[in-house]
Structure formats: C-alpha cells, structure tokens
C-alpha cells in the first residue's frame, strides 16, 4: 500500500502522496458460447445502466472501453480495475455478449466502424488501416503538474516503454493464425502514420510545435491522433503511456500501471536534477519494441543500459533497479517485485492464449478462456 510523501512540483506547489494513476483499458466483445465476435457496442451503451459512466465507445462497435478513477495507492487502483472490467461485463452481459480482455481478435472477422462521424472519416481516409484496426490496449494516466514536467517526463522516459510493452504481450493471433509475435498489436497499431517512438521533444514549445507541424500536413484529423507511444494528454493533467496490449490478468495491468508512475516520477526527477535525457535515437527504439512484441518476456530484450540483448528478467530488474526510488517512496516495490515474479513465473496473455491453443486446437477455446468466468459448461465440454 502506498503511504503519504509530500515532494514539489515544478511549479513550486505541493503535492501530498503519490502521484494519480489511473487506466483505461479495451476489450472484445464476443459471444459467450460461440467465440464469435459481436458488433453491438451501441446497443450496450444505449442501454447500460449505472456502469455507463465507466464506458465508452472505440473505433469499432466490437470493442468497449473502460476507465477508472485517478488513484494514488495500488490497492484502490487494482479495486478500480477490477470494478470498471465487472462493469464492463454486467453491461455486456445484460444484452447477452462477453466481454473479453484480448488485445487482438484471434479469428476471422470483418470490424464493423462506430457510428461517429470522426471514426467514419479516419476510416475513410485511412482505408484498410482504419477498417482492419480491431485491437485493445491498455493506456496508462499519469499526473503531472504542467506541460514541462509533462514533456520532461515522456523525453526520459523513452528508452523503458519496450520492456512494458513485453511484460503485457497478450495479442499472438490475428485473422485466424499465429502470428509468430507475442504482442501483434503492436505491429498492427504501427501502421497509423503517427504511431510509435518519438524522438525528444526538448519542451513543452517543442512539442507543441512538432503537433503544429505534423497536424499542418493535413494528413491527422486531429491532435487525438498524434498516437505516439507516450504523450501529453489532451484532456487530463495526465501523461499518458500507451505501449501496452490490454493485459489479460488485471494483476498485469496494475504492474504496468505502477512501473508506469515510477518511470514518470523517476523522470521528472531527473530533469529536475538537471539530468538530460538518453539520446538514444528512434530508429534504435523501433528495434527495441520490435523485439518486445516479438517475444515478450519469453527470449532476449534490448538492454535501455547497454542497447545489446540481454534476457528478458535482466532488463526488467534493471528497470525495477532504475525506478527503485520512486517505488519505495510510494510504498510500491513490495507489491511491483511480487507481481513481476508473478507474471514472469505464470506466463503473459500472450503464453496463456498459446497454452490454450496448444491444448484445443481451437481458437474460439482461446477467446471462451478469456471470459471473466471461463467457456461456458456446454462450450468446454
């Protein structure tokens, strides 16, 4: 559990605990007998109840997305998870579907676009790119004070993200096969032209100016679609880190979450040191959350120490070791060391949902497993 500290701001203001963390997360919506998946977000949201406030629509009317609370302790945070997934599945389950936390599709399927009319033109203007993008991640709010620390914060922590992205893999088939990747997510989400690693933005001026730019192409509908893998948030004093697949365990999520405000507060630290960022350039990032995708926790990730392989539970020690301090002035490193030993002895998603393959040969087993309460009785039999 998280205990009170108090620490500055770059404003000179003071803040009491932790900074806020909060998570939205993606999922699939799916027949809960059949696998199949089912277009009928709309009708969820025209009709859910009191969990309405926790839901909202995506690009495609196959998917709904879901949003705690800003939280400052892990405990309120894993609660928040688990609230906003159950009322995610009580709305979905009230018109007969389920809702499942796989962050691509493992069958064959053809996504049915929202009716909004912002998706309607990105699907338009982007084509296949739009209308073939049925995919669920897991975007983690950090709290910061201004758009300084905000930026200061996304150009420190730049060379960290590949190893969240590996340890929340959960996407190894796309359009009925193996991909060959643990995190194919990430490889169909790098097809938006705005997509993936960024380069430093040096200030806030800077990175409003690189918006200015890349929106004054006229190729982004808007700033909503500056889709790097962290950026300053449009709507909320937040940061927001988007690397990772939706985890299938909401323990997963909650150890993102954490490295996640431990990475920012470990940043904003270092520029408030004086300390420059890595000047690692964003071809070399590219390889690095190529490798991360590839294999997630399972083979050699590239090392932010040294940019050489290394395996994976050493470049993750080594991230726990570069946050250290963060987590223990939170009160987090307990529960983080706990949970990483979790997911690095259980397997990620990605592992769970090839283990089920392995076992069934069948690809709607794999969407059943993923079910709040497991397959049906009549669909495991």
Request: hydrophobic share 45%; net charge negative.
């Amino acid at each position: 559990m998280a205990h009170p500290t108090e620490t500055r701001t770059a404003t000179g203001t003071a803040r009491t605990g932790p900074r806020t963390v909060g998570v939205e997360e993606e999922f699939l919506l799916v027949d809960p007998v059949t696998g199949r998946a089912r277009a009928v977000a709309t009708s969820i949201l025209r009709s859910a109840g009191p969990e309405a406030d926790t839901l909202c629509a995506e690009l495609q009317r196959e998917q709904l997305e879901t949003g705690t609370d800003p939280c400052r302790d892990l405990g309120h945070l894993a609660d928040e998870i688990r609230r906003t997934r159950a009322a995610a599945q009580s709305a979905a389950e009230a018109i007969g579907v389920g809702v499942v936390p796989l962050a691509t599709y493992p069958l064959d399927v053809e996504p049915t676009t929202s009716p909004n009319e912002r998706y309607r033109r990105m699907v338009e203007r982007f084509g296949l790119i739009g209308r073939e993008q049925l995919t669920c991640g897991c975007h983690v709010h950090v709290g910061v004070a201004d758009d300084e620390e905000a930026v200061a914060a996304l150009d420190r922590v730049r060379p960290w993200l590949a190893p969240l992205l590996a340890l929340s893999v959960n996407s190894p088939f796309w359009a009925g096969a193996d991909t060959g990747y643990a995190g194919y997510r990430a490889q169909v989400w790098a097809r938006w032209p705005s997509a993936g690693p960024y380069a430093p933005f040096g200030s806030a001026a800077g990175y409003r100016a690189l918006a200015d730019t890349m929106l004054g192409t006229g190729t982004l509908l808007d700033p909503a679609m500056l889709y790097f893998d962290a950026r300053v948030s449009a709507h909320h004093p937040t940061v927001e880190i988007r690397v990772a697949d939706v985890c299938r365990e909401p323990d997963d999520a909650v150890l993102v979450a954490a490295l996640t405000r431990a990475l920012v507060e470990t940043a904003v630290r270092e520029w408030r040191a004086g300390t420059a960022p890595d000047p690692v350039r964003t071809e070399v990032l590219r390889l690095a959350s190529w490798r991360a995708a590839r294999s997630g926790v399972a083979a050699d990730l590239v090392d932010p120490l040294t940019w050489r392989p290394a395996p994976a539970r050493t470049v993750l020690d080594r991230l726990v070791a570069h946050v250290r301090g963060a987590l223990d002035d939170a009160g987090d490193l307990p529960l983080v060391s706990d949970l990483l030993d979790a997911v690095l002895r259980r397997g990620t998603g990605a592992d769970r949902q090839r283990a089920i393959f392995r076992s069934t040969g069948d690809l709607r087993a794999v969407v059943l497993d993923a079910l709040p309460d497991g397959p049906p009785s009549a669909a495991a039999g």
